[in-house]
C-alpha cells in the first residue's frame, strides 16, 4: 500500500501501524506517532490497520536543551 510517511510517499505492506514500524526498522524505538493528523498511542499501534492514502506521522524525542 502508498502512505505518506512523515511528508514522503513511501510503499509499505503493513497491514498495521505497528508492522509499518518494524518496516522502517522503528519497531522497539520510544517514538510518537499520528495518524491522519491524530495521535495514535503505543498500544493502539498493533491493532490499527493501515489503508492507500493514510498519512502516518512518527516523532523520536528528543533531549538537549
Known amino acids: 500500500m502508498k502512505i505518506t510517511l512523515n511528508g514522503e510517499s513511501r510503499e509499505l505492506t503493513g497491514p498495521t501501524v505497528q508492522e509499518a514500524l518494524a518496516q522502517i526498522g522503528l519497531a522497539e524505538a520510544k517514538v510518537a506517532t499520528a495518524l ?14 493501515l489503508k492507500d492514502g493514510d498519512a502516518l506521522e512518527v516523532v523520536a524525542p528528543m533531549q538537549g536543551g
Do not use: S
Open 36 to 49: 491522519n493528523g491524530a495521535f495514535l498511542p503505543a498500544p493502539a499501534r498493533a491493532a490499527t490497520t
